[in-house]
């Protein structure tokens, strides 16, 4: 992947399958720190012990299609190789919990990307599930909820174009502010 | 800034023309594949060019553009299928951004297939 953007794209569809009706995603970046962490939660149906210790095999999945499954072996390689670490946690019937680490200036990172369309195609193609996304940086933190959106929404689908539009925009400011405006 | 109040006023206009958009069973859809294989081929910048080109031609109402699975053809990801109604599903692999403008105006508008991107082009 040539960003991690797509990891995490990659990785939260898993909690769309797992059926999860909340998945949270939260970046953590920091300078004074030298880190970068992904940290994807969802309230899906989870996985048992065995499954846990085979997920980051890639000759583990669950789909039938084909034989391998390398969406989380790859996420997982992406942050051990700058000596950060990697971490999925998961309870059946209570859901998972995917943590990433990276030490930010280590050669082999892979740069974060557009994780803003990320969560914009996340939402776009599953407007019934909830998504929390929170960002953060050494100067502040956006954070997008859409179960706040939904509340203005009144039944109004988030996929609607408008909607879609006014999200895009909204991440685009926010994210300004977070890394372009003044400290 | 975008403020909640501009949400608002963006629910109400999406309320009156709600009901139009329900009732339109004869909308075309677009199925990006956006398993591991997808993405990491590059998916995801076909997909936005899809939602953008159809915005910019104003066919929201009648094109839906979603995310599918990995169907098993890995090798020819990014594979877009695009379903309309009386016709048969068709198939376009090793899609780019740059195809995009050409599949959207040639088949979703004029319903003439682009057969040089098709699986079946490719393979033979």
Redesign the interface.
């Known amino acids: ?1 040539r960003e991690l953007s ?1 990891n995490v ?2 990785v939260a ?1 898993n909690s769309v399958r797992a059926e999860a009706a909340l998945v949270r995603i939260t970046v953590e970046e920091s300078d004074k720190k030298d880190l970068l962490s992904i940290v994807i939660e969802d309230n899906g149906k989870g996985m048992t012990e065995e499954q846990v210790a085979q997920v980051t095999d890639p000759f583990f999945t669950t ?1 039938t ?2 034989k391998v ?3 989380v072996p ?1 996420f997982k390689m992406s942050a051990e190789q700058t000596g950060g670490s990697f971490e999925i946690e998961s309870e059946v019937g209570k859901g998972t919990k995917t943590s990433a680490r990276y030490v930010k200036s280590h050669v082999d990172m892979t740069p974060l990307g557009d994780i803003n ?2 969560v914009e ?1 996340l939402i ?2 599953n407007p019934d599930i909830d998504f929390v996304f929170i960002r953060s940086t050494d100067s502040g933190s956006l954070t997008l909820d859409t179960r706040e ?1 939904r509340e ?5 689908p988030l996929d ?7 999200i895009h ?2 991440l685009e ?1 926010q994210t300004q502010l977070l890394y372009g405006g003044a400290k | 800034m975008k403020s909640l109040a501009e949400l608002k006023a963006i629910r109400d206009r999406a309320k009156a023309d709600l009901d139009l958009r329900q009732e339109n069973p004869n909308a075309a859809r677009v199925l990006v594949g956006m398993a591991t294989c997808g993405i990491a081929a590059g998916a995801r910048p076909v997909l936005n060019a899809f939602t953008e080109e159809i915005a910019k031609r104003g066919l929201t109402q009648d094109i839906v553009v979603t995310q599918t699975g990995c169907i098993g053809i890995c090798q020819y990801e990014p594979v877009v299928e695009i379903e309309m109604p009386g016709q048969e599903k068709v198939t376009y692999v090793k899609m780019t951004p740059e195809k995009v403008a050409r599949v959207v105006n040639d088949h979703l508008v004029n319903k003439n297939v682009v057969t040089e991107y098709t699986i079946g082009a490719y393979n033979s």
């Open positions: 992947m797509l794209m990659d569809q789909r299609t084909r499954g390398l969406g790859l369309s990320t195609i776009r193609c959106l203005v929404l009144e039944g109004v609607t174009p408008d909607v879609l539009e006014w925009s909204y400011e």
